[in-house]
Nanobody, 115 residues
Framework: QVQLVESGGGLVQPGGSLRLSCAAS??????MGWYRQAPGKQRELVAT???????NYADSVKGRFTISRDNAKNTVDLQMNSPKPVDTAVYYC???????????WGQGTQVTVSS
């Protein structure tokens, strides 16, 4: 059974830093990443990373957020530097199974950027 468990959300001040982590289990995964959904808005891409380390970022977070993964541990992290209030959202971990191509989501973790 596939499970994605996020951790690391919370309250952070603008200009601070926060690290989100996601532990995946139950399969082997190709592309993994993070999406977010703010109140009243659609879920949007934050960043994704392939097994060989190729990354893709939303323009709004480029230069501030860094995605990384550990294939041996089946984990994917998001380092959030210099967050802004507009980054406030529920952040969801995402993973796509290598066999079958099914997509899986974590339960979400709240990130609030506020002074």
């Amino acid at each position: 059974q596939v499970q994605l468990v996020e951790s690391g959300g919370g309250l952070v001040q603008p200009g601070g830093s926060l690290r989100l982590s996601c532990a995946a289990s139950g399969s082997f995964f190709g592309r993994m990443g993070w999406y977010r959904q703010a109140p009243g808005k659609q879920r949007e891409l934050v960043a994704t990373i392939t097994r060989d380390g190729s990354t893709n970022y939303a323009d709004s977070v480029k230069g501030r957020f860094t995605i990384s993964r550990d294939n041996a541990k089946n984990t994917v992290d998001l380092q959030m530097n210099s967050p802004k209030p507009v980054d406030t959202a529920v952040y969801y971990c995402y993973a796509r199974k290598i066999v079958g191509g099914l997509d899986y989501w974590g339960q979400g973790t709240q990130v609030t950027v506020s002074s």
